[in-house]
């Protein structure tokens, strides 16, 4: 215990609420259980007591055993009373006792009747109750109304309801909607309508005006000797035409709860519904109501019930459907959900055999199914949003409360009549093995792909499209011979050699390129290999894989980079560190006397990958321009070494010749982008360019794929809102947005690499929101406040880095 000093985990905690939660509805089930016993020995010991009275009239009178329990009904009927109660006057013995938990609650439970002052209840068989004070009709047809309780669906139950109209009152035909949880009224069952009234009103919407939905709406019942009123254009149901008589009433429970509605039609236009007529018409469907109200709460009969030509189509779609109704307390309220159907083929998901489960309720076969997404949670949320649920592939989901013992796939969850419908299938050997390959595939970072050259179709695996950071929803997979249009720049070339090889010599083909997935700046190294397939001299398909080889990448990388070192001579290291001081003297813009002029401190700050090697991509300019404009620039080329500063230098020189143009920064980035595709070899990164005004004191700058510029004003950072730009090197058609920010004296701008304040741990955003915080205060001057946040800078990347600090005079 945690008192003890043991620890108590959050699963713990949880797992203890579920099982506080799954309490009470256990408890019920119990209770109802007993219930449900207690009422099977009063049944049997009914059945014995009417067994023993038919051996004695057997006895008696020599009678046939048919005979004898004919004339043994004969006799109820005769006296009024059920056939258990004549059982035991002919055997002079009481009728057996029934449980108190099988009679209904009383209008006022605080104070039940006295028996001085109400008769006493009749006993109608299968363990319900009526009141003959309040129910006045309803005992005076015994036998009607224990067909009532009989029935073994809504038409039954109707039926025998007409059983007791027809002959009383002439009715010609009879009709019962229950209310459902939309307001809509769904048809029970019906006697005398016929097939297409009955079919045209089985679902009477909340919208629709007629007058069972008046009646549902209002609760006041309808009586229309001659069918509705002339200027009334209410939509009625019409077998024996509008004028004909009708009666609608509301079907409401002892506890005041609507249950539905229910309507009767004469042949005829009446002269008058007299109040006796109201009153025992009234009397006989509050009996039926009783009778209703507890088989709805039993389960035993629903609103609809589906036909048997549904359950055998469900037998031929799905290997397991399992059809549940809810079950209802008295205050409307699910208790439970009892079994209405099971496939043939049921897989139980805990492992038993479908003649164990088929008896029981849901919460009495998955009494842990009751949170999370169990069966009896998922047939809650479902029935009460409406919305089906599907969980595609192999279910992992404990649908039992507990781990799953049989292998399942493809559930779905579905609103089915009043009730729920789940369905799901054994899978076959073939799609788990499909199952562990695509698990396969995730843990290689392999992705799938075969391309119908005929057909023109493609088909990629969900690992391929996870590669390329591809939603399979919205895109398509990408063509063999359009892969080209989806690599940056510098790989179009090996991407085209793999397509010559594999689509003109048709021979298998390998080749490694990078892409930067949608959405975001990280580049990966992506490995394809492929095989042709040739039938004859045709060649018909291509099928291969892709592979994210980014982590290998990178290893042979620093790999090269080691062996390198290692063979490197003295004499080597000393010349390239004489190389790495001349490029990084030639990259150091000389800024301080041509921008003193200009009414800006600058200030500028580089630092290398590690010490002593000063070679890396990051650069940056600062440089006034003829127009008296100052031209302030960032950016990272990728990658490290020689190639990488020959592409620095390349790009800083590009823009510096460029800006002599007078363009703006956006247009500045559009020709700089298309130089790096088409005039340059290997170029890809990211650059922010600006253009401040000193006259204006207005900044015009735009970006391709960097990190926003800080700005430091009245001692708090923040970065500015991002425009469009894409990367570098990646698309020749490129468009930059450009954006402008009013700058004033005493303002601080920042431009800097994402090497500045990277981590390895973390996201971007959240290193971005944290070097903000860092920028303030901007201190006494530029060069102090550049040392301040070089110092404290909190990448841990090993990255080099740039900065670049402006403070506005």
């Not at 043991?6 to 713990?12: H, T, Y």
């Not at 009152?169 to 009224?185: H, I, N």
Request: glycine fraction near 10%; aromatic fraction near 6%.
């Amino acid at each position: 215990m945690a008192g003890n000093g043991d620890a108590v985990s959050p699963g713990d905690g949880q797992h203890n609420a579920d099982l506080e939660d799954s309490l009470p509805r256990l408890a019920a089930v119990i209770e109802r259980q007993q219930h449900e016993l207690a009422i099977g020995r009063a049944d049997a010991q009914a059945a014995e007591v009417a067994a023993m009275a038919k051996g004695v009239l057997m006895e008696r009178q020599g009678l046939s055993a048919a005979t004898a329990a004919g004339q043994l009904a004969d006799m109820a009927v005769a006296a009024g009373i059920p056939v258990v109660e004549m059982a035991a006057a002919v055997l002079r013995q009481e009728p057996p006792a029934v449980p108190e938990l099988a009679r209904p609650e009383w209008s006022e439970p605080a104070s039940p009747p006295d028996s001085a002052d109400q008769p006493s209840p009749e006993w109608l068989g299968a363990g319900e109750w009526l009141d003959p004070g309040q129910r006045l009709e309803a005992a005076d047809d015994p036998v009607a109304m224990a067909a009532a309780v009989r029935a073994t669906d809504g038409a039954e139950l109707v039926g025998a309801l007409a059983g007791q109209l027809v002959p009383r009152f002439g009715v010609s035909a009879v009709a019962v909607w229950l209310l459902d949880a939309d307001g809509a009224l769904e048809l029970l069952g019906q006697d005398g309508l016929g097939g297409t009234d009955s079919s045209r009103w089985r679902r009477l919407p909340p919208q629709l005006d007629c007058p069972e939905q008046r009646v549902a709406a209002t609760g006041v019942d309808l009586w229309w000797e001659s069918g509705p009123p002339p200027r009334d254009r209410v939509a009625v149901a019409a077998p024996w035409g509008r004028r004909a008589a009708r009666a609608v009433l509301a079907l409401t429970d002892r506890a005041g709860n609507l249950l539905g509605v229910a309507e009767a039609w004469w042949g005829t236009s009446r002269l008058e519904f007299d109040p006796d007529t109201r009153d025992r018409l009234a009397a006989v469907l509050a009996g039926f109501t009783d009778v209703l109200s507890v088989r709805l709460s039993s389960g035993t009969i629903g609103s609809v019930t589906p036909s048997p030509a549904i359950f055998t189509a469900l037998t031929q779609i799905t290997d397991s459907a399992l059809l549940v109704r809810p079950l209802r307390g008295a205050r409307g309220e699910i208790t439970d959900f009892a079994i209405m159907f099971m496939s043939p083929g049921y897989a139980d998901p805990a492992g038993r055999p479908a003649a164990e489960i088929a008896p029981l309720t849901l919460l009495e076969a998955y009494p842990l199914s009751t949170s999370g997404d169990g069966l009896y949670a998922r047939a809650m949320r479902v029935l009460g949003s409406g919305h089906a649920e599907h969980l595609p592939g192999l279910i992992t989901a404990p649908l039992a409360g507990g781990q799953n013992v049989a292998v399942l796939a493809d559930l779905h969850v579905v609103p089915f009549f009043a009730g729920v419908l789940f369905s799901w299938r054994v899978p076959g050997e073939a799609e788990q093995i499909a199952e562990v390959l695509e698990h396969a595939q995730r843990l290689g970072s392999l992705g799938g792909w075969e391309e119908q050259l005929a057909a023109g179709t493609v088909h990629w695996t969900r690992g391929a499209f996870a590669l390329f950071g591809l939603d399979p929803a919205q895109a398509s997979p990408i063509p063999v011979a359009a892969l080209h249009s989806f690599v940056i720049a510098a790989d179009r070339a090996p991407v085209g050699r793999f397509q010559e090889q594999l689509l003109g010599r048709r021979e298998p083909a390998v080749a490694v390129f990078r892409i930067v997935r949608p959405g975001t700046a990280v580049i990966r190294q992506i490995r394809v290999f492929a095989e042709p397939v040739v039938v004859g001299d045709t060649l018909i398909a291509l099928r291969g894989a892709f592979q994210d080889v980014s982590a290998q990448y990178h290893t042979q990388v620093a790999l090269a980079a080691t062996r390198d070192q290692l063979a490197d001579s003295e004499q080597r290291a000393a010349e390239e560190h004489q190389l790495a001081l001349r490029l990084q003297q030639a990259i150091m813009a000389q800024d301080e006397p041509p921008v003193a002029a200009t009414g800006v401190d600058v200030a500028v700050r580089y630092r290398p990958a590690e010490a002593g090697h000063l070679v890396g991509g990051d650069w940056y300019d600062v440089l006034p321009l003829p127009g008296k404009d100052l031209l302030l620039v960032v950016g990272d080329i990728t990658g490290h070494g020689i190639d990488a500063v020959t592409g620095m230098i390349a790009a800083r020189n590009a823009l510096r010749g460029l800006a002599a143009t007078g363009a703006g920064p956006a247009e500045l980035l559009r020709h700089l982008n298309y130089a790096a595709c088409h005039l340059t070899e290997g170029i890809a990164g990211t650059v922010v360019c600006g253009q401040y005004d000193p006259q204006t004191r207005m900044l015009r700058w735009a970006r391709a794929g960097h990190l926003p510029p800080v700005l430091v004003r009245d001692g708090v950072g923040r970065a500015l809102p991002l425009p469009d730009g894409v990367l570098l090197g990646l698309d020749p058609v490129a468009q930059y947005e450009e954006a402008s920010t009013q700058l004033r004296v005493g303002d601080t701008l920042l431009l800097y690499t994402d090497g500045l304040i990277e981590q390895r741990t973390g996201s971007i955003s959240d290193s971005l929101r944290e070097f903000t915080l860092a920028a303030a205060p901007a201190g006494p001057h530029a060069r102090a406040h550049a040392d301040r946040i070089l110092g404290g800078a909190i990448s841990d990347t090993g990255d080099d880095a740039c900065l670049v600090v402006v403070r506005i005079q």
